[in-house]
């Protein structure tokens, strides 16, 4: 047979598979089981000077309360249309003005906060409230009931981190309102950081997939990465970088996403690094740059980047810096797919 005559009685073959719901792997093998990494997701960078003025106008169009949760997601630019800032994970601005409420409801999702703008709005989780500040990580776990208000006089927008896009892989989401605007509540502000993050536990805990401290103020992250800064050796990719722990398990403190912060010192130039993780990055302090494969992104405070899975990049700090990063990590961990490399200068 000819070179055309093969590929038509190919062609027509594949054609007769379809009604029976088969394919040849062969035509697809090599996009399946690809030997490194072939991510659609882009590096990518949200400059809050540039996108601050759409996510507050949000205010001035729908209510919190309409929009059960008013948020701008952080869209992948290689991934349109799929509300994902990575393959694995979803981001967004979440903007609550003084006065409003954002409805108590749970999912399935897990979910991670990191307040970008503003002091003294809150969430409550599972019948507590914890108040909100610059820096702050808060977590709501999986089902668990969650409402958001602001009582203070400012607006607030945290970054939301979500595994919505993992949760749908499993065809595993579930949703419920709870009827109500705000849940009732049943223990006092700092209950579980007293109870859970004050380097105790109660005597009989018992391991719980989520950190049962929901609220990791940025007040105390800062102190100790400023004295790590100063004691320590400096990691030459990452500075100083810290992960948020689950004190019941050791293990990250949300199953599905890994939490991390850094302090870079100023005029820190770090080596390349990758991993198979594809992390956000959401800056606190300071300014710097990062530069990737095909571009530099400059980088200040309250700026959003990503960084896709297996993508070398370098980080350098003009000033010192404190960055947050999240990533699907802690399930790669899990599956023993997680990799990294790393890359001395030189
Ligand atoms: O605050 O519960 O950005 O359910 C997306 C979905 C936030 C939330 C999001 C959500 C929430």
């Known amino acids: ?31 399946l089981v690809t030997p490194e990494p072939a991510s659609a997701c882009r590096p990518a960078i949200w ?18 309360k309409e929009a059960e949760r008013r948020v701008l997601i952080l869209e992948n630019p290689g991934l349109v249309g799929q509300s994902r800032i990575t393959t694995s994970l979803y981001a967004g601005l979440q903007l609550i003005l003084p006065g409003e409420v954002a409805p108590a409801h749970r999912h399935t ?4 906060r990191f307040v970008v703008e503003g ?22 776990p999986s089902w668990a009931w969650h409402d958001h208000g602001n009582d203070s006089d400012e607006p607030m927008v945290w970054l939301d981190g979500l595994d919505i896009p993992i949760t749908a892989l499993f065809d595993a989401s579930f949703a419920q309102p709870l009827g109500e605007d705000v849940q009732p ?24 997939p989520t950190s049962p401290v929901f609220s990791y103020p940025y007040e105390r992250t800062r102190e100790a990465l400023a004295l790590l800064a100063r004691t320590s050796e400096w990691d030459p990719c990452h500075g100083v970088r810290m992960k948020y722990v689950n004190p019941t398990t050791g293990g990250y403190a949300i199953p599905t996403m890994a939490t ?17 993780d594809a992390t956000v990055f959401s800056v606190v302090e300071g300014a710097g740059h990062i530069e990737l494969p095909e571009e530099t992104f400059r980088w200040g405070k309250r700026d959003t980047f990503v960084v896709p899975s297996w993508c070398p990049y370098r980080l350098v700090a003009e000033d010192e810096s404190t960055l947050f990063s999240f990533s699907d990590r802690a399930v790669q961990e899990k599956l023993g797919f997680w990799r990294e490399t790393r890359e001395a200068e030189g």
Request: hydrophobic share 35%.
């Open 47 to 64: 400059h809050y000077e540039q996108i601050r003025g759409q996510v507050h106008e949000a205010g001035t169009l729908i209510t919190a």
């Open 185 to 208: 509540l049943s223990r006092p502000l700092g209950d579980s950081n007293a109870r859970y993050g004050a380097g105790l536990l109660p005597v009989d805990v018992e391991q719980r």
């Open 1 to 31: 047979m000819t070179r055309n005559n093969s590929e038509r009685a190919r062609q027509e073959y594949y054609e007769r598979l379809r009604p029976n719901d088969l394919a040849p792997l062969w035509e697809v093998m090599s996009s």
């Open 109 to 112: 999702q897990s979910a991670l």
């Open 260 to 276: 991390f912060m850094q302090l870079l010192p100023a005029g820190f130039s770090g080596d390349t690094y990758r991993s198979t």
């Open 119 to 140: 002091n003294g709005a809150y969430t409550a989780v599972e019948g507590e409230k914890t108040l909100m500040h610059e820096g702050d990580f808060v977590i709501t």
